[in-house]
């Protein structure tokens, strides 16, 4: 029988190196960053991959003040429930995992476009190139979309994914996530990020986690397990908020306070 | 007013392919009607090698200079123009669009595309706009671009081919890096 494991590579370095390397540049910033930072060595693919110049400020104009509009012509009928598939359901830990979508000073954002992508319970996504040798789930392909409601709440109904195994260092492991793609009013809010599950051990050795710099910002991206919103016998519940940047338009929508 | 706790951005990360591009969501108007236009380029980072896994969404007015708030981007109906695209980049680092031409908000404003990049390796989006060639002294008067040295004004303004296609391409680093922007009320 041959095996599916690689051979470490000699040349990487080894997590021990790479956490001393976070921590070095975390205690060079300045606290109360809400963003990650671009240019982060660390996540190695990044080195090439980031502007070196200063963002340049522009006042919002045209088509900047206007987001996208989605609606359910956009949208299939259970495309919010990742576990329903035509061949069964697939295997892990079913969860939902439901939450607001607000913007910036805290409005909802009604009826707009959530999409999500996750790995299966073993850790590998059904893409070409993941080459992760954990099973491939026949009945799950990770994708979701929703609306959100008129109180800017979204819900999935998913299972939960694995961590897996990426080359950025030497036996280097992504902490168990969903990435989530959001509008808001307007394109300026623009956002895609990942929500994490609580309590992993996996979030100080993670590169792309901890590009956040400041400990209360990554917070801000692991979902709480909540009782009550867990179903009796059939899943487990996770809430997560999330708070788009503000707008620029001066008026208030008519229902607005 | 103090801002909420804004959720930070991460990475799009190498797997999005088969998640979030649809089939037309880049063709925001059919391929090669009345009208149309295609607006394509090439990704790169700063060793000039193309990158093949970044993904670009588009926001735009009409021809006549109206932001449109319709439905139906990811499953078209070959009809209606929502003015909102996506194109993820190919193995060559391609990505194209099918629309129209941008027409000016108010007389004598630079019509340009809003545009957000996404990328494996880049842990956040990035703003920029492309704006259409027009006239030099249209483009002068545009107040992002009028704070712009000629060399970056340049960088910011779609080519036209010679098939009449509008082709940016798109620097994430390097010495032809792209401008990237910022909003007022972007925190951090
Ligand atoms: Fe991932």
Known sequence: MTSLRTPVPADLESQADLTAEIKQLQAETRPGDAQPRLDWPPYRSSLLRHPTKTLRYADPEGAELVAPVFGQTDIGELESDLTVQPGGEPIGERIKVTGRVLDGDGRPVRGQLVEIWQANASGRYIHQRDQHPAPIDPNFTGVGRCLTDDDGWYSFTSIKPGPYPWRNHRNAWRPAHIHFSLFGTEFTQRLITQMYFPGDQLFALDPILQSITDQRARDRLVATCEHELSEHEWLLGYRWDIVLTGTHATYLEPGDE | ?188
Do not use: K
């Open chain 2, 1 to 188: 007013m103090s801002e909420l706790g804004v959720t930070p951005g991460q990475t799009i990360g190498p797997f999005f392919h088969y998640a979030m591009p649809m089939p037309d969501d880049r063709v925001l108007v059919p391929l090669d009607s009345p009208g149309s236009v295609r607006l394509h380029g090439h990704v790169y980072d700063g060793g000039g090698n193309v990158v093949p896994d970044a993904m670009l969404e588009i926001r735009q007015c009409d021809a006549s200079g109206v932001v449109p708030r319709v439905e139906g981007s990811l499953r078209r109906d070959g009809s209606s123009f929502t003015g909102w695209g996506r194109s993820g980049t190919d193995s060559e680092g391609h990505y194209w669009f099918s629309t129209v031409e941008p027409g000016p908000t108010h007389p004598g404003a630079a019509p340009f595309f809003a545009v957000t990049v996404f990328a494996r390796g880049l842990l956040d989006r990035l703003f920029t706009r492309i704006y259409l060639p027009a006239d030099p002294e249209v483009l002068a008067a545009d107040p992002l671009l009028a704070t712009l040295d000629a060399e970056l004004r340049r960088r910011m303004i779609a080519v036209r081919d010679d098939d009449g296609s509008l082709r940016f391409d798109l620097h994430l680093q390097g010495d032809q890096e792209s401008v990237f922007l910022a909003y007022p009320r972007h925190v951090g």
